[in-house]
């Protein structure tokens, strides 16, 4: 007789890693867009069809959403984002040769400002997509 395997156990919990259907069902579209156009293309052209993407898929979005940015307290300007899912996971697209650490730093900002806690970095200019996705937590 066989011995049984023990169950398997998530390599970490919605705890550690939240959102993460959310997350998983954003990453399905950004890899079918890059599938169908590749790397190469403009920021632009990506978004489009991303939000084609998930509005195919019924996956709410707002897309350039303004978010005001303050400081001590008084609004010192507006800023856009690229989209915003579900009200909850902000997402920055780039097609870029070389990921800078800026694009980090940039994210966490636009987090901070909207009190979100999870955001995805794409850069559709890779050969595989999963070499250009970033996810952060805060």
Known sequence: MKPQRPLRTPLCSQKEFPLKDV???IISCAIEVHSALGPGLLENLYEEALVEEFALRGIPFERQKEVSLKYKGKEIGK???????????????KAVDTMNKIYEAQ??????????????????????LKDGIKRMII
């Open 107 to 128: 994210l966490l900002t636009y987090l901070k400002a909207l009190n979100k806690k999870i955001g995805l970095l794409i850069n559709f200019n890779e050969l595989k």
């Open 79 to 93: 800023h856009r984002i690229d989209l915003l899912v579900e009200d909850k996971v902000i997402i920055e697209l």
């Open 23 to 25: 997350t998983e069902r």
